[in-house]
């Protein structure tokens, strides 16, 4: 007899173009926006992408909607309403066109990325400034919470850390069913009670399983980095006590989602360490010059570096400017007895690789992030909580006040 996990798959898959780990990942972090509180230390993000427009990423946020436990979309909010809705009631965050909302106002980009920045472990927390004059004090925001990113391109490294991509790809019209639940005639309404039947079941379910999800310890694929782990595990616990073929075929799902191409190029910096190691792996060389290395590295059909910029290859400045987060830095290097020239030793990565990029020969990868035990993002002051309804009305105002660090 099919479960709620099973139903939720049959649901996507009616009205999303995707595969079947996107699906089964979908489908599991639904339930898991209806247990994470109490139950779990971690909130996978999903960051659903794709190339190019009109490829299904704001319909997959629609589906959601409508099954996930609270959505809170950002259309048509404030972001000082945004702090307080997701540090009050920890709502699931639908958030559309992220490429272009980090790009909007301060107010809002500020308040975004801080929720996003601190919000993966169940203390994530940003700390404002609150009040009005001398009585303003530092009040910490909870921002644990699950998650849905659309956009296109990459996301930021912090944020694609956390994340599970969900990448979507245009489909021929007619693939999938049209979704319109609020649309007039019985076939709508039909939709809707579907949809509120399922959203029922699975809040029920987590409620009935919470206990064992809190107690839960799911074995990972030693495949998974530290990170993963992290990621992975609330999802896993869901699938475990689901049963059936949940648990083998969620593994699988996971396990193809992190090796995937769109999972790699999350990070632009640890592409760029891989890409090195394997330049300096195929010419066996201890040492290269800026000069060399940039113009190899441009050589690489498969990443971005030959149109880093305005489509323009990498520049010897652009290479130091994304080493410096590792403390990497071109220094002057002598290769023969009458050559010296700004460069980097292969000796200076060999910390790096072993920790950002995995030998291809191991069963596991990467190495856990140390976080400190309160993860705090630091956001523009905000008005009391115990304000009046005139300090509330001026919220926006106060956001863009200069940041403030504790």
Same mark, same amino acid.
């Given at each position: 007899?099919?479960?709620?996990?099973?139903?939720?798959?049959?649901?996507?898959?009616?009205?999303?173009?995707?595969?079947?780990?996107?699906?089964?990942?979908?489908?599991?972090?639904?339930?898991?926006?209806?247990?994470?509180?109490?139950?779990?230390?971690?909130?996978?993000?999903?960051?659903?992408?794709?190339?190019?427009?009109?490829?299904?990423?704001?319909?997959?946020?629609?589906?959601? *909607?409508?099954?996930?436990?609270?959505?809170?979309?950002?259309?048509?909010?404030?972001?000082?309403?945004?702090?307080?809705?997701?540090?009050?009631?920890?709502?699931?965050? $639908?958030?559309?066109?992220?490429?272009?909302?980090?790009?909007?106002?301060?107010?809002?980009?500020?308040?975004?990325?801080?929720?996003?920045?601190?919000? #993966?472990?169940?203390?994530?927390?940003?700390?404002?400034?609150?009040?009005?004059?001398?009585?303003?004090?530092?009040?910490?925001?909870?921002?644990?919470?699950?998650?849905?990113?659309?956009?296109?391109?990459?996301?930021?490294?912090?944020?694609?850390?956390?994340?599970?991509?969900?990448?979507?790809?245009?489909?021929?019209?007619?693939?999938?069913?049209?979704?319109?639940?609020?649309? $007039?005639?019985?076939?709508?309404?039909?939709?809707?009670?579907?949809? +509120?039947?399922?959203?029922?079941?699975?809040?029920?379910?987590?409620?009935?399983?919470?206990?064992? $999800?809190?107690?839960?310890?799911?074995?990972?694929?030693?495949?998974?980095?530290?990170?993963?782990? +992290?990621?992975?595990?609330?999802?896993?616990?869901?699938?475990?006590?689901?049963?059936?073929?949940?648990?083998?075929?969620?593994?699988?799902?996971?396990?193809?989602? #992190?090796?995937?191409?769109?999972?790699?190029?999350?990070?632009?910096?640890?592409?760029?360490?891989?890409?090195?190691?394997?330049?300096?792996?195929?010419?066996?060389? +201890?040492?290269?010059?800026?000069? +060399?290395?940039?113009?190899?590295?441009?050589?690489?059909?498969?990443?971005?570096?030959?149109?880093?910029?305005?489509?323009?290859?990498?520049?010897?400045?652009?290479?130091?400017?994304?080493?410096?987060?590792?403390?990497?830095?071109?220094?002057?290097?002598?290769?023969?007895?009458?050559?010296?020239?700004?460069?980097?030793?292969?000796?200076?990565?060999?910390? $790096?690789?072993?920790?950002?990029?995995?030998?291809?020969?191991?069963?596991?990868?990467?190495? *856990?992030?140390?976080?400190?035990?309160?993860?705090?993002?630091?956001?523009?002051?905000?008005?009391?909580?115990?304000?009046?309804?005139?300090?509330?009305?001026?919220?926006?105002?106060?956001?863009?006040?200069?940041?403030?660090?504790?």
């Amino acid at each position: 007899m099919p479960n709620i996990a099973d139903d939720l798959f049959a649901l996507f898959r009616r009205f999303i173009s995707a595969g079947e780990p996107e699906l089964t990942v979908l489908s599991l972090w639904t339930l898991h926006t209806h247990t994470f509180a109490g139950s779990c230390a971690y909130t996978p993000y999903l960051a659903i992408t794709s190339a190019e427009k009109q490829s299904g990423k704001t319909r997959v946020l629609e589906v959601l *909607k409508c099954v996930v436990r609270e959505p809170l979309i950002t259309a048509s909010i404030s972001a000082a309403a945004l702090a307080r809705s997701v540090d009050q009631s920890q709502p699931t965050l $639908l958030l559309d066109e992220l490429d272009a909302l980090l790009k909007s106002d301060k107010e809002m980009s500020e308040a975004v990325r801080g929720i996003l920045n601190s919000g #993966f472990q169940a203390d994530g927390a940003f700390t404002r400034m609150v009040g009005v004059g001398a009585a303003m004090k530092p009040e910490h925001f909870s921002t644990f919470t699950p998650k849905a990113m659309a956009g296109i391109g990459a996301l930021p490294d912090t944020v694609a850390d956390r994340s599970i991509t969900i990448r979507l790809e245009r489909s021929p019209r007619g693939t999938c069913e049209k979704f319109r639940p609020k649309g $007039l005639g019985s076939k709508a309404k039909e939709l809707q009670r579907e949809l +509120d039947g399922l959203k029922q079941r699975a809040a029920l379910w987590a409620e009935e399983n919470l206990k064992r $999800l809190a107690d839960s310890e799911p074995e990972c694929p030693p495949q998974f980095s530290d990170r993963q782990e +992290d990621i992975g595990e609330p999802l896993l616990a869901i699938a475990d006590s689901l049963g059936g073929s949940w648990p083998a075929r969620s593994r699988e799902a996971l396990i193809t989602l #992190f090796a995937s191409p769109a999972a790699e190029d999350a990070s632009h910096r640890v592409r760029l360490l891989a890409d090195i190691k394997e330049i300096y792996e195929i010419s066996e060389a +201890d040492r290269f010059s800026s000069e +060399d290395l940039v113009q190899k590295l441009a050589e690489i059909e498969t990443s971005p570096w030959g149109e880093w910029k305005n489509s323009k290859p990498m520049t010897q400045r652009g290479l130091a400017a994304q080493l410096k987060p590792f403390e990497v830095y071109p220094r002057k290097i002598r290769f023969d007895a009458y050559t010296t020239k700004n460069g980097y030793l292969r000796d200076w990565f060999a910390p $790096l690789w072993k920790r950002y990029v995995p030998d291809k020969n191991d069963e596991r990868s990467g190495s *856990k992030i140390t976080v400190s035990a309160n993860v705090y993002a630091v956001c523009s002051p905000v008005p009391d909580k115990l304000g009046s309804e005139r300090e509330y009305a001026s919220e926006d105002a106060l956001f863009s006040e200069e940041m403030t660090t504790l």
